[in-house]
């Protein structure tokens, strides 16, 4: 929305703006509400989703937290909770082209620094799993193409 709305603030330059150039804002009001809901079940579900996304990986995949010798379950759980709230605004602004733009780009080389990208790409895809069961089936198709987004970028070996 907002990288929508910095668009539109630049193609209409001294003019006005047309029916469609304004549809966007249109269909975010329609879609206010249902995002307002889906935020706040997100938020008031967010250290359930977590650790359910936590059980379902170390069933798959003990190894997964493991970083050598080194337990890295603590590091992961907040870059997740830290993933999961910026995703969540990007969702309740409609905005993930900030969300890409202002967060996960720099996340991304820290990921790769850390050769994190099977970790991410494992977490964002069991993330859309769990989610489907806490979000309605409606808020669900809100918030999974946020969390793709994050699992292609994050979870990616290549740019």
């Known amino acids: 929305m907002l990288s929508q709305m910095k668009r539109l603030s630049l193609e209409i330059e001294g003019q006005y703006a047309t029916d469609s150039e304004l549809q966007f804002l249109r269909d975010y009001v329609k879609s ?23 059980q379902y990986l170390t069933r798959k995949d003990p190894a997964l937290f493991r970083s050598g010798n080194d337990d890295v379950t603590t590091k992961w759980k907040r870059d997740t909770v830290r993933v999961l709230r910026y995703s969540a605004v990007a969702m309740l602004l409609n905005d993930p082209e900030t969300l890409q733009e202002r967060f996960l780009l720099w996340f991304q080389t820290i990921m790769r620094a850390f050769g994190a990208q099977q970790s991410c790409n494992a ?21 999974c193409p946020i969390l793709e987004i994050n699992r292609h970028l994050l979870g990616s070996n290549h740019t």
């Not at 809901?37 to 359910?52: K, P």
């Not at 895809?125 to 809100?142: D, N, R, Y």
């Open 32 to 54: 206010y509400e249902l995002r307002v809901e889906t935020y706040q079940r997100i938020q008031a579900a967010e250290a359930l989703l977590v650790s359910e996304v936590q």
């Open 123 to 143: 977490t964002y895809e069991a993330m859309q799993h769990v989610v489907k069961q806490h979000l309605t089936p409606v808020q669900a198709s809100l918030f």
